[in-house]
Each structure stands twice: as structure tokens, then as C-alpha cells.
């Protein structure tokens, strides 16, 4: 599925909103029965921000970020999972470093997306046993319309860490001819995440005093 925001869009040009009830699941069929019942590739990318820190998050911004970045992934791969068995083919779930790491100013983007990555590495334990490939992708920020990326490219040192998506898709290019199960583009990221998990204490302290 490619990035619309919070809505997606198949191969055949079809878009839909993967927050709506049954949208996704109506998308599935067309494009499935256009393919012959088979599909060798979905990506589920489709996302929306959440900028808000946790004490200005309320019930609503919470459960927007959830539906699109975490319900809608779970639906999408649940509306081709019949259609990726029968080609034996590969789901790529494109979550977020925010699903490693916690930020000051993003707390339902980040609560989403933290569960987004628990479900993808819960289905790469499940899904080979029915002869689907999963491909976890952990971007660090990337300029998109839906995610200019703004405020972190107007800081001289923060914006070394926005990738391009012409980048981040080569990123996931690799990872699959690779046969990777998880990748964080760029690599480093994962050290990040890595400190974070190492030190939850410290690191909040760091955020705490540097935003």
C-alpha cells in the first residue's frame, strides 16, 4: 500500500481509507480478483502524524493515531493475507524508529507505531510457518508530503537524520533482496533504539533537557 496519508492505494489505482470499516477489505477483493486470487508483494505504508505531547494527547488523538498507524496495518494484512499464502509472498510493514523510541512530542504517533512493530514482529514468528516472508521496516524521518519533516529540517544537525523517500524505498529494496526480516534506515537508528531500551532512564532525562 503506498502512502496517502492515512488512506492506500493497490496496484490497480484504487484508493480507500484503511480507517474506514470495511475499506481495506473492499480494496482486498478487487484487487485479488484483478490478480487471479494471488499476491506476490503488499506493502503497508500508509500512516498519518501525531504530534502531541502526552499530557496534551487526549482520547481522540489517541485513537486516530491507532486507527490508521496500528488498526489500519492489522487490517491490511489480514484483508491479502488469503491472496500473499497462495503466491507464498512477502508482507513489507512499514512502522518507524518512533516505534523503538519514544519522543517528547509525539506520543500517539509514538504509542501507534509501538504497536505497530510488536504486531509485525508478532506475524514474522507466525506468518513462514504459511510461506509468507515479513519485512519490518523502521524508517527514521522521512520527507513526505504527508511528512515534511519541517521543524526537523530547519535545525542545522537534526536534519542529517531526514532520508528522502526515493531513499527510504532503495532502503526496502535491499532489505527484501537481502531476505532481512527487520531493517532500520538508516542503520544507525538501530543503536538509538538500542539506548533507549539499554537506558529508558537516562534517555528520558536527555529528551527531558533537549526536547
Request: proline share 6%.
Amino acid at each position: 500500500m503506498e502512502d496517502l496519508g492515512g488512506a492506500a492505494r493497490g496496484v490497480s489505482g484504487h484508493v480507500c481509507d484503511v480507517a474506514e470499516p470495511g475499506a481495506i477489505e473492499g480494496l482486498a477483493e478487487r484487487i485479488l480478483a484483478a490478480e487471479g486470487g494471488g499476491v506476490d508483494l503488499v506493502i503497508a505504508n500508509a500512516g498519518i502524524p501525531a504530534r502531541y505531547d502526552a499530557i496534551a494527547t487526549g482520547r481522540a488523538e489517541a485513537a486516530a493515531a491507532i486507527d490508521v498507524n496500528y488498526l489500519g496495518l492489522v487490517a491490511t494484512v489480514r484483508a491479502f493475507w488469503p491472496g500473499l499464502v497462495a503466491s507464498g509472498g512477502r508482507v513489507v510493514g512499514v512502522v518507524s524508529v518512533a516505534g523503538a523510541i519514544a519522543t517528547p512530542r509525539g506520543a500517539p504517533y509514538g504509542a501507534s507505531k509501538h504497536a505497530a512493530l510488536a504486531y509485525m514482529r508478532a506475524l514474522g514468528a507466525v506468518a513462514p510457518r504459511h510461506g509468507v516472508g515479513v519485512l519490518v521496516v523502521n524508517p527514521g524521518p522521512v520527507a513526505t508530503p504527508g511528512f515534511p519533516q519541517t521543524r526537523v529540517l530547519e535545525r542545522r544537525l537534526a536534519r542529517r537524520a531526514v532520508i528522502s523517500d526515493a531513499r527510504c524505498a532503495d532502503g526496502i529494496l535491499r532489505a527484501l533482496d537481502d531476505g532481512r526480516r527487520e531493517v532500520f534506515l538508516p542503520g544507525w537508528w538501530r543503536a538509538a533504539a538500542v539506548l533507549q531500551a539499554a537506558f529508558p532512564g537516562t534517555v528520558a532525562r536527555a529528551a527531558a533537557r533537549f526536547g
